[in-house]
Structure formats: structure tokens, C-alpha cells
């Protein structure tokens, strides 16, 4: 006697990785969802209907009402580290995990960071576009960094991103201090000396931000904190674009406030071609990169997949957002 058991249905909401959708079509009914903008919302709301799992993207907002649209969903995976399109008060309070993806991508983010660091200090992508105009070797002065040497970066969120980033600052010379909500207790094995969040931003030459988006930390970085720190201070970004007011960035780069940011998330993200950011000099953004690694990506597309599949099963997904709503 055969018994036929229809496979769990799967809703895909933006773009993945191919990977992702060969290993769950496997063992599941897939639909998929690239662009969700148009008539494609309405169609995804139906989907989600009778949708047992959801593998959201940042481009997907999960909402409470959305929730409310897909009363058979049991879980819901993102590859990504943080979440903060996904309410998670809603989802716990429907028993609804949600799986990330930490850790896999620390050593692919620090890089970004650092590299942020590096290229603005040394002016890197303003020497490139010096050689591409041809002023190389026609008298014109090409543009001149400073020295990473004997200067202090203060990382905001002394996380585990925040730690690989120090070791590759510590071997060019820099100095480390940090500001954590808790101060870690392997300050020595890290080599960082705590501090407060005032006196990070009056003593750094370089200021990590390395925060996850929460209602404490939106807009952490405005007006009055610019104005705490250097005017030759350097500001690198490479945790999540709202931590930032963009507004009170831009006034602080025009007047000379800092002399530098150096960015990998933007408020708004995309960042407009327009947008009044972009029309100065003293500024270095790149279009969210920090994971964007053929080795990185793959990693986390797979544990993507393995926290859906785990939670269509009812077990413990491997990487959980909201613990208490964990099987």
C-alpha cells in the first residue's frame, strides 16, 4: 500500500540564491516570489494563505496583518544576521520561529569594515579614479590619506564581528577601545579597553559603528553625537543604515564636523543616486556588501534552508531569532 503525503508548502519571497530553492523543492512544494512589488504583493498574500513555510528576504516586511494572512505557517528562515523587517513579538506570540544566520559571515563582514576603514584613510578609490582620468603623470596632485598607525578606533558593538574587526585594525597599529551595553570580560584576550559611549566618540580618530537595529539604537548617531567627535574623526558604518540619521551625516560632512564617512548600509538602502549624501566628496558608500561572498553566501543559504526544513518538522531550527518561539 503506497500513501501519498503532500509536500509542505513553501513560500520564497525575493531573490536567493539557486541553491536554496534546489534543496527545499527536494522535499517541498515551492513558490516563489522574486519581484514583490505590483499586483505580485496580492498574489504572495495568497500563497501565504496556505503556506506552511516562509523564506523571507530583506525585501519582504513581516508584519502582524501578514501574519494574519498565512494562518498554517509554522516557521520562517531569512539568510541573513539580522531580522529587523521580521516582527518578532508577532511571530512569537503565533509560535512562529524565525531562523537566521550568525556567525557564518563575521570574517566576510570584519573584512567590509575594515576595508572600509583602510580605503577611506588611504583614499583608495579616489587614487583610482585619479588614474582613470589620466591626471597621473600630468602634474596634478593625486589625493593624500592618512596613516592607521598609531591611531585609536572605537567600535561601537564590540560583537563577534566587531572583535575580527579589531584584530585586523590591531595589526596595522591601531589602538582599540569600545562601548558595549556590557562590558566584556575578555577585554585582555581582545586587547580593547572599555570606555564610555562620550568618551569613544572624543577619543577615536576612527568610529566603528557595529550596532544591531533596535528602537535604542535607531538614530544613535545624530547632530549631538557628530558634534562629540573630532573634526578629523572618520566615521564607518557597517552594521545597519538607521543606526545613522542620514540628515544630521550629511550637514556634519558638509560643515566639516568629521572629515569622513565610510559606509556599507545607508538609510535609505537602496541609497538614491540623487540623494544629497552622494553629492560630497568626503564620503565612501558600497551597495550592502558585507556578506557578499560567493564561500559566505552559500553558507548561509544552506543554513537558511536547514532552519526552514527543521522548523516544518517541529524541531529546534539551528539559528533562532526568537528563542522563545524555538521548538
Given at each position: ?5 503532500t ?7 525575493g ?6 530553492r ?8 515551492v ?20 503556506a ?9 516586511t513581516?508584519t ?12 520562517i ?10 516582527d ?26 575594515f ?99 533596535t ?25 545597519r543604515?538607521k ?35 552622494l ?8 551597495p ?32 533562532c531569532?526568537?528563542k522563545?518561539?524555538?521548538?
Amino acid at each position: 500500500m503506497v500513501i501519498n503525503k503532500t509536500k509542505p508548502s513553501v513560500v520564497i519571497a525575493g531573490r536567493v540564491l539557486p541553491v536554496v530553492r534546489e534543496h527545499l523543492e527536494a522535499t517541498t512544494s515551492v513558490t516563489q516570489f522574486e519581484d514583490l512589488s505590483g499586483s505580485n504583493t496580492q498574489l504572495l498574500e495568497k500563497a501565504l494563505q496556505t503556506a506552511e513555510g516562509l523564506l523571507a528576504t530583506a525585501s519582504l516586511t513581516v508584519t502582524a496583518d501578514l501574519l494574519d494572512k498565512a494562518p498554517q505557517l509554522k516557521v520562517i528562515s531569512q539568510p541573513s544576521v539580522g531580522v529587523d523587517n521580521i516582527d518578532l513579538a508577532a511571530c512569537s506570540a503565533r509560535k512562529i520561529p524565525v531562523g537566521h544566520t550568525p556567525g557564518v559571515l563575521v570574517e566576510a563582514t570584519a573584512d567590509i569594515a575594515f576595508g572600509l576603514l583602510l580605503s577611506a584613510a588611504r583614499r583608495i578609490p579616489e587614487s583610482w579614479n585619479f588614474v582613470c582620468s589620466g591626471a597621473w603623470g600630468q602634474g596634478q596632485s593625486f589625493p593624500f590619506g592618512i596613516d592607521l598607525y598609531g591611531k585609536t578606533l572605537g567600535i561601537v558593538g564590540l560583537g563577534s564581528i566587531g572583535v575580527a574587526v579589531a584584530k585586523r585594525a590591531q595589526a596595522s597599529g591601531l589602538k582599540i577601545i569600545y562601548h558595549n551595553r556590557h562590558r566584556r570580560k575578555d577585554e585582555d584576550t581582545v586587547k580593547a579597553t572599555y570606555v564610555t559611549f562620550d568618551e569613544l566618540l572624543a577619543q577615536s580618530d576612527f568610529v566603528l559603528v557595529m550596532l544591531p537595529l533596535t528602537k535604542e539604537s535607531t538614530h544613535l548617531f545624530s547632530a549631538q553625537q557628530f558634534a562629540k567627535m573630532k573634526r578629523t574623526a572618520y566615521l564607518i558604518n557597517a552594521a545597519r543604515g538607521k543606526v545613522v540619521d542620514s540628515d544630521a551625516l550629511y550637514n556634519a560632512l558638509k560643515a566639516g564636523e568629521i572629515a569622513f564617512a565610510a559606509m556599507d548600509v545607508t538609510d535609505p538602502e537602496p541609497l538614491p543616486a540623487d540623494h544629497k549624501l552622494l553629492t560630497l566628496k568626503n564620503i565612501l558608500v558600497t551597495p550592502h556588501i558585507g556578506s557578499a561572498t560567493h564561500e559566505t553566501r552559500d553558507v548561509m543559504a544552506r543554513l537558511a534552508v536547514k532552519n526552514l526544513l527543521e522548523g516544518l518538522k517541529g524541531q529546534t531550527l539551528p539559528a533562532c531569532a526568537n528563542k522563545e518561539a524555538n521548538f
